[in-house]
């Protein structure tokens, strides 16, 4: 099926743990973006990547990694989990940056 | 940097009642402007945009207009319904040196009730 898709759509990790955040995209989209959504802060983008093999940091990077080696896919890692990432993770993309955005279902990561 | 506020919510209207959600930006250059719903448990869709100055964005309803002159683009609708009961983000879209990303406010959250 054409659009986003992010796995898993909920995820209870323990303190510590390394977990990644899954996401593919079948439109061949340059632009992908992490958001996580908390109350009171709207959006915060964590990293974006314009292309294969280039990615940057966002608002809020630390403790997260990514990588695009292929086109269709982003995945974001928390290398150590902290309660602090307990969070809904939204990933998206664009095919310019400055048009629509299309955004997947989310990921509510829980960190106990 | 880029930045978006918008009004703080919860906004609770009865049905039909007239809506306005502010929005006001800061940006450098010429962004493109959005305003995305998301209903509950699901992901941002994208209500409207607007890319350059005095553009009007509409659909299903709603419109805003993009005021240069103010940094503003604020959404408003005639008549709302419970069924537009969700939450409502402005953002705007510009190059930001690192290249171009949207740039999201914190969120309104309506409720109409009946």
């Known amino acids: 099926d054409a659009g986003i898709t992010q796995s898993p759509r909920y995820k209870i990790t323990e303190t510590g743990r390394q977990v990644t955040l899954m996401c593919h995209q079948t439109?061949?989209?340059?632009?992908m973006f992490w958001y996580r959504q908390d109350l009171g802060h709207g959006l915060r983008l964590i990293y974006y990547?314009?292309?294969?093999?280039?990615?940057d940091k966002g608002e809020v990077p630390d403790g997260y990694v990514v990588s695009r080696s292929k086109t269709e896919n982003f995945p974001l890692t928390l290398e150590s989990a902290t309660r602090s990432q307990t969070s809904v993770y939204f990933c998206?993309?664009?095919?310019?940056?400055?048009?629509?955005?299309?955004f997947g279902q989310g990921t509510r990561l829980t960190v106990v | 940097g880029n930045s978006v506020t918008q009004m703080e919510g919860p906004v609770t209207l009865s049905e039909e009642a007239f809506l306005t959600i502010n929005c006001t930006y800061t940006a450098t250059g010429y962004p493109s402007l959005f305003w995305y719903v998301q209903y509950p448990g699901e992901g941002l869709q994208l209500l409207l945009k607007a890319t350059k100055a005095d553009d009007k964005g509409s659909n299903k309803g709603f419109e805003a207009t993009y005021r240069k002159e103010t940094t503003s683009f604020h959404l408003e609708k005639g008549s709302v319904q419970v069924s537009d009961s969700a939450v409502y983000f402005c953002a705007l879209s510009g190059e930001t040196g690192g290249g171009n990303k949207l740039t999201f406010g914190t969120g309104t959250q309506l409720k109409v009730e009946l």
């Open positions: 439109w061949s989209h340059s632009y």
């Open positions: 990547s314009a292309a294969a093999d280039i990615t």
């Open positions: 998206a993309s664009t095919e310019t940056g400055q048009g629509e955005a299309f």
